[in-house]
């Protein structure tokens, strides 16, 4: 019996970019290697400080203690990890490539199309069963040929006895010099996306909570614990918004330092970088996972993140239109770094490899509480099918990525009287819809899920894809995700379930298809065998395009603004500085919430009624102030539509104390209520007409 051992080395288009033949490597092969490094190294720093955070929340210190606190901690580390070898495996394991078993691979990939068509054509009538059930045909399938008995494994070693899972001498034009361009056309895409990042403009609203944190750090110097979007901190956290991230507070930390806004440091500083890092992501498991054209597949990948706005929640909304907000950084780098993370975990098993996931746990959780499930569903994913090939050390290791997230989930279960967060629960089908799409697109992401054990490299890699694609269908099947929603209460966010689906890199795998050897031409040029070579990935592109959206296009709330800027609608944006600048400190404001919603991103020490519907029902406020908030609010939120009675308004104005009040110009019902209420002075604010309190002008 034969069997194949996964070395430590990997082919050049790897991760790590190791160079054949022992040969010193090239100018870009130590740039990627410098690259990878300084990533790693980030994600090392980030997990220190939020360690340092959430100490921080029981020590209450200045941020610039909690700063100085970090720099010495992360250049220790730093230090120690640069001085530190890869090291050997910390122990043996055996994994065989996957090939052979024809039949039940046909099954597989048949079973795959239908899958990844039917989920993608629900919209148009296609039963949910469809998906589901070729789902797990296909996956049971590929487990019976990756998960063979060891007697079976001799048929497919590799003919160089590597053990890598990388084809060997395929002939195929261009492959070198398609690994060599990569890592420059990353760079150029990460830059190219970071600089558009500064001008695409995509409102959120949830920016109140993300970055009125940022802003607060910045203009107190101290952790925001209680609310700062309704109030000044004296009212208790946002239910179902725990403090745990802690990307907020560094972001608004740093700012303090250089004297800078919080939301101008988020958006002029943070983003592009952040941007930057996570295209690097994307190339980065692309090297990993691709067997071959890894430049191909990463431009694919690339080309699906720009036009997947068909849905705001989309992977690519989600990316360059929004990347300064944690859950984003969590979906578009941390995630592709993770399953990097994992796979080098599994084929080298060294020291530094398990410090990198357990400090991707940590980072996780510095992001978002999401972490908590969408982390330990990716770690399942790839260590319940490594424990079933037999390397039951090696899957029980790979936990540690979900030792903190599962550990600060549990903390904020016991610690926090409510968790659960108010909203939507979306079904299977509607959550593949928004996060993975329909149509042509949705069809090529079930596609790429459940063929990813079959296009992603041979051993490890097609383990973990096949992981993947059996995690998602057993959360497609009917009513896992309302089960999950009823045990956890985290049902209007448990859509985020399907992040765990690297769809970027996976579709980009299907540009490394190779056509079968009976229709190659071997004594065709090489011009046309480049040409066949970059087939798929033109085809490819051609489809995105065709049937996707720009996720900068306006159908996906985008614009694009002539030079860098804030993400709010300018006009909005200033006048809701005019107004606020009319309120002064410590005043309250009152607008439609289109406009109060910048408000937090601008100043805490100016507070807008109604900043955000969603986070005033989650406010742990007296019941009389949330409800005189959905008053006012329902007074200026339309000329048209009920609006409240004249007692009620009035009542709701003094015990909030508005300073300033502003309704639609043409909203003549509104502004007779304010009058009424012994408001005057009207004068125009920017696209507002706003009157204050006792008939005074601002």
């Known amino acids: 019996m034969t069997e194949v051992r996964d070395r430590a080395a990997e082919p050049a288009t790897g991760d790590g970019g190791g160079s054949a033949g022992g040969r010193r490597p090239d100018a870009w092969t ?42 010495a901690v992360s250049a220790a580390g730093l230090a120690v990890w640069s001085r530190r070898p890869a090291g050997r495996p910390l122990w043996d394991d055996r994994v065989a490539a996957a090939a052979g078993h024809r039949a039940l691979a046909g099954v597989a990939v048949a079973a795959a199309l239908v899958a990844g068509t039917s989920a ?3 919209g148009q009538g296609v039963p949910w069963w469809c998906t589901w059930a070729a789902g797990a045909v296909s996956v049971a399938a590929a487990a019976g040929v990756l998960l063979r008995r060891p007697a079976e494994r001799a048929e497919d070693t590799d003919a160089d006895g590597g053990g890598h899972g990388e084809p060997r001498g395929t002939g195929e034009p261009g492959e070198a010099e398609a690994a060599r361009w990569g890592t420059p056309l990353a760079l150029l895409t990460g830059a190219g996306f970071a600089v558009a990042s500064l001008f695409i403009v995509n409102s959120d609203g949830d920016d109140a909570y993300f ?22 901190g004296n009212t208790d956290p946002i239910a179902g918004e725990p403090p745990v ?21 988020v958006w002029y500083l943070l983003l592009p970088a952040v941007t930057f890092v996570a295209v690097w992501a994307m190339w980065r498991l692309v090297r990993t996972w691709a067997p071959r054209r890894a430049a191909l597949c990463f431009a694919v990948a690339g080309v699906y993140l720009l036009w997947s706005g068909l849905s705001t929640a989309s992977l690519g909304s989600f990316h360059l239109p929004r990347l300064w907000q944690g859950k984003a950084v969590l979906l578009s780098l941390l ?39 969408v982390v330990s569903l990716i770690v399942l994913a790839a260590a319940v099918p490594l424990a079933a090939a037999g390397r039951v050390r090696t899957g029980l290791a790979a936990c540690t990525a979900m030792a903190y997230p599962v550990a600060a989930g549990l903390a904020v279960i016991l610690l926090y009287d409510s968790v659960s967060v108010h909203g939507t629960v979306h079904d299977a089908p509607a959550s593949y819809r928004a996060v993975l799409l329909y149509s042509v697109l949705g069809v090529l992401a079930g596609c790429a899920l459940w063929l990813s054990p079959w296009t992603a490299r041979r051993g490890v890699p097609a383990l973990i894809g096949a992981g993947v694609a059996g995690t998602l269908t057993l959360l497609l099947l ?53 040409a066949a070579a970059g087939a798929p990935a033109a085809v490819l592109i051609a489809a995105l395009v065709a049937g996707g959206t720009p996720v900068w296009a306006e159908s996906n709330g985008s614009e694009v603004a002539s030079r860098p800027a804030w993400k709010a609608p300018s006009l909005q944006l200033a006048t809701a500085r005019a107004v606020v600048a009319k309120a002064g400190k410590g005043g309250m404001v009152l607008m439609p919430v289109t406009y109060m919603r910048h408000v937090p991103l601008q100043t805490t020490e100016t507070h807008a ?23 006012l609010s329902d007074t200026v939120r339309s000329s048209k539509g009920e609006k409240p009675g004249r007692a009620e308004v009035a009542g709701a104005l003094r015990r909030l104390d508005v300073r300033v009040a502003c309704a639609y110009p043409w909203d003549d019902r509104g502004l007779a209520l304010l009058r009424a209420a012994g408001y005057g002075g009207k004068r125009r604010v920017g696209e507002l007409a706003c009157v204050f309190p006792g008939g005074g002008r601002g």
């Open 478 to 530: 009917p009513g896992v995700l309302k089960l999950a929603a009823d045990a956890t209460g985290a049902g209007q966010v448990l859509w985020r379930t399907m992040w765990i689906v690297p769809a970027p890199v996976l579709i980009g795998l299907l540009a490394a298809v190779r056509p079968p050897d009976r229709l190659r031409l071997p004594a065709a040029g090489r011009g046309v065998r480049v």
């Open 245 to 265: 991230s802690s990307i907020e507070v560094l972001a608004g930390a740093l700012a303090r330092v250089l004297g800078v806004p919080g939301a101008s440091f």
């Open 609 to 631: 009624v109604n900043p955000n519907h969603h986070y005033l029902s989650l406010l742990p406020a007296p019941e009389q102030e949330v409800a005189d908030r959905e008053v």
């Open 335 to 373: 995630v592709p770094l993770l399953f990097v993370y994992l796979t080098r975990w599994a084929e080298r098993r060294t020291g530094r490899g398990l410090v990198l996931l357990g400090a991707a746990g940590v980072a996780a959780v510095g992001l978002t509480s999401t972490a908590a499930f």
């Open 120 to 122: 993608g054509l629900h």
């Open 211 to 232: 970055v009125s944190r940022s802003v607060a750090t910045a203009e107190t110097g101290r952790i925001p614990v209680n609310d700062v979007i309704f109030s000044g």
């Open 30 to 71: 130590r740039v990627t290697r410098a690259v990878d490094g300084l990533v790693d190294a980030a994600v090392l720093a980030f997990a220190a400080w939020t360690v340092i955070y959430h100490v921080s929340l029981l020590l209450e210190p200045p941020t610039w203690a909690m700063l100085a606190s970090w720099a």
